[in-house]
């Protein structure tokens, strides 16, 4: 292989990019190539690659032996690779990373309070908003000594905590709203929700989550995230932005509506809702707009001037404190009947068990929350791993939040994942190292210390208003929808049964169905791929689609075929059907004209014979007439026109030949095949087609399926004279072909390295090599 200018026979080809191709151009690279080499099928080229018969993978034995073994060095990297906090933090630079750390973490610790996953979103859970604080504490240092990620902010997420509402609001009674007492089961009413969550029906839920998580880590499934896709992800983000939305409304207008559960519930909710509206508290709107108001106009100068300013303005701190204040000193919760946060405890209570009875009841949702919660977190450290040039490892992220999770519920914590706008903050402020989280967990503990009853007269109007601010981000998902229609429908419509699944049957069954629809789209996908016949592009070696590409020639009496996907069992009998219709050749008919042909050939042989065998003995017994020594001379009628249209012959024998001649005659005399037998078999398909290439370079595996249908069409086709080949199959699926026995039906010298050697083998067989000298030489 060389790169030249002028190669000494022949032309070089020139290195085309997609684009030249689609336009037709040539030349718009200026490397050229050439290539000279001999023809190779696969018997051939394990001779010229030297392949070898040996397998450089151990075998499961040494596998499980090699991981049993046991020395300090292996135990030392078992350690650092479960706790990474060993690792990183003894080679922490507090000259690089202090500053910026000790900045993000004041600023993320702030967010914390009134926004995500603190006050406000405790709410979306029906949890008192104490439990959200607790959240932002526990999780945060378990994630700085087992995370991966030197720049998520754990926490709760919207999504995460509707869904942990839906499952607390099931599990509870209706007559009041929990908070925790020293027991950590006393009770307090709610005006607004009417509703009651016990510590004890929230435990159960996020160490059942994490329990799952550190399954999954520890059995290295990191991978499962990657079966939801982007618009998955998206539409089921935007699915849950709606439920929360709604779930805020009651607070906003000051209603109280029904509390509806399973499929349809958002909209009996919105339904009750409206039924409700004239029972609207004056007050509450007010409150609402002003603050939603102030929140809008205050986030869009952050965004239109987030490169100017050091630090976003906390505006949630300063509403959250301003809307305290004014409601405490003008008494708005007494006169006006405002809902407000009410007690918040002061300091930390000590740890619980989860109730395990409950596990059944919650399996599948924290399988949900579980898998959810992952997909978020990795997708964001991912995200930030590869902008910043360190790797984040799936499964230890799956560890670290099954532990996040897990300790977190023995403290009255609730399911938690990464924030986005969180993690923005602690990296647009400098933020390198998960440092950052132990400065903002500081923050917490002494606002759950010493600051959270200052805090009591909170309006949870204003709460509400930051959630729903703060779901702006998600809401411009729909943008999806014009964006996927343009671009690929199959994700749109991905999205589109995503968001409705997840709108009508909540988000633990919708997700669920959005999973399983996503799947069936991977597998029509493959069922119902694209086939082509190629052509080729003259002057290359290069074989395109020729109803894509206009200068993709087919070679006369070639075809060759190509499928987009895979063959296996679901698209087996798929490709076979689209074989035979794109290349014009049904089987089963030619093979049903060959029988007829052969049959009836079978017939006019079996009548000439017996004729021919007449014939020889009639001249046979006329001979015997004649007198003994005498030459004689026998002259058959000449009209008489055997069925094959050849005239009968006239032979002359001296009587002393005449019964070995005879006898060589009588059954001889009408050859094996009939006149013209060969151009008869090149016309068996009708079309001048002689030869089919089976292009096969985007199948990956193959399954028994694929190999009994291969073998069936090198059958079949032979059977009405048609040579198959196969053309640029990786080594693997050669690999398993040969394990599979195929090539003890079909010789190894039927499969080719490209479709180039397949097609010049064949017309040098042929005798046509000067059709397609060489591509890359004469052409």
Known sequence: FSTCNQPEKGKARQVLSSAALMDGQRGSLPMEYFVRREVLDEARLDEVGQKQTWSTKPSLGERVKESLRCSGQRLKQALLSWVPVLHWLPRYSIRENAVGDLISGCSVGIMHLPQEPGMAYALLASLPPVFGLYTSLYPVLVYFIFGTSRHVSLGTFAVISIMIGSVTERMAPDSNFVVNGTNGTETLDSCCSGRVQSPDSVRPTPSLTGL???????????????????????????????????????????????????????????????????????????????????????????????????????????????????THFCDLGTQYKISVVGEIPSGLKAPLAPDVSLFPQIIGDTIAVAIVGYAINISLGKTFALKYGYKVDSNQELVALGLSNTIGGLFQCYSVTSSLSRSLVQESTGGKTQLAGVVSSIIVLVTVLKLGPLFEDLPKAVLSTIVLVNLKGMFKQFMDVP??????????????????????????????????????????????????ILGNVSGTDLYLDTDAYQTAREIPGIKIFRSSATIY???????????????????????????????????????????????????KKEAEKEQSGTALHMTVKPGYRLSNGRENWAYQHDTADSDSDMGSHGDDAIPAHPPHADEEKGMTCGSGTHSIILDISTTNFVDMVTVKTLKNIFRDFGQVDLDVYLAGGQACVVEQLETANFFSDVPKSKMFVTVHDAVLHILHKMGRADYLFVSTFAM
Not at 233 to 253: D, P, W
Not at 573 to 582: F, H, R, S, V
């Open 569 to 619: 069992y679901t698209n087996a009998e798929m490709y076979l059907e689209a074989l035979q219709e794109k290349s014009g050749i049904d089987v089963g008919k030619l093979l049903t004209e060959k029988k007829k042909r052969d049959s009836k050939l079978k017939r006019k042989q079996k009548k000439e014979k017996r004729q021919a065998q007449k014939e020889a003995k009639r001249a």
């Open 212 to 326: 799952f998580q550190i399954l999954l880590g520890v059995l290295r499934f990191g991978f499962v995230v990657t079966y939801l896709s982007e618009p998955l992800v998206r539409g089921y983000t935007t699915g849950s932005a709606c439920h929360v939305c709604i779930s805020q409304l009651k607070y906003l207008f000051g209603i109280s509506p029904a509390r509806f559960t399973g499929p349809l519930s958002l909209i009996y909710t919105l339904v009750d809702l409206c039924k409700l509206l004239p029972e609207t508290k004056v007050p509450e709107v007010i409150v609402s707009v002003l603050a939603l108001a102030v929140l809008i106009v205050v986030k869009e100068l952050n965004a239109c001037y987030r490169k100017k300013l050091p630090l976003p303005i906390p505006i949630e701190l300063i509403v959250v404190i301003a809307a305290t204040i004014i």
């Open 483 to 532: 964006m996927l229609l343009k671009s690929n429908k199959v994700d749109l419509l991905v999205w589109l049964v995503t968001f409705t699944c997840t709108i009508l049957l909540n988000l633990d069954l919708g997700l669920a169905v959005a999973i399983g629809f996503s799947m069936l789209t991977v597998i029509f996908r493959t069922q119902l791929p694209t086939y082509s």
